[in-house]
């Protein structure tokens, strides 16, 4: 249901990405964490927890810091992201951007330069 949902959204371009309803994949992640902290809560009083491994459950270790795993899967078929991509030398910031145009965030696939619309705008405040 999320899929047909996503994807009649996103023909009719009346919503940008961030406004689609999530993936399945998204959805479950955000249950393993909700999950996961409601585990810790119910324990809390106890004076022994039995903690479950925390990257198990929608979350990744990475440097000795804990990241958020948002998907485990791509948002969208290979296809379909390959055929949008940008090579934006100005930073992504007008709808002369094909990939704002269609109101998605850039991907590994552009070629943009100074991209201010996801791909090296996310590297950047992590």
Not at 28 to 42: K, P, S, T, V
Not at 78 to 93: A, F, P, R, Y
């Amino acid at each position: 249901m999320s899929k047909v949902c996503r994807f009649a959204l996103f023909k009719q371009e009346k919503c940008s990405d961030d406004q689609l309803p999530p993936t399945c994949d998204s959805l479950r992640q955000h249950i393993r964490r909700a999950n996961y902290q409601a585990a810790i809560w119910l324990q809390s009083l106890d004076a022994e927890m039995a903690i479950p491994p925390i990257d198990e459950n929608g979350w990744s270790l990475y440097d000795g810091e804990l990241h958020i795993v948002w998907m485990t899967t791509p948002p969208a078929p290979d296809s379909l992201l390959e055929c949008i991509n940008c090579g934006c030398k100005t930073g992504c910031k007008t709808q002369r951007c094909s990939c704002m145009n269609v109101a998605l965030q850039c991907t590994d696939v552009c070629t943009c330069v100074g991209c201010t619309n996801g791909k090296d705008s996310d590297e950047l405040s992590e």
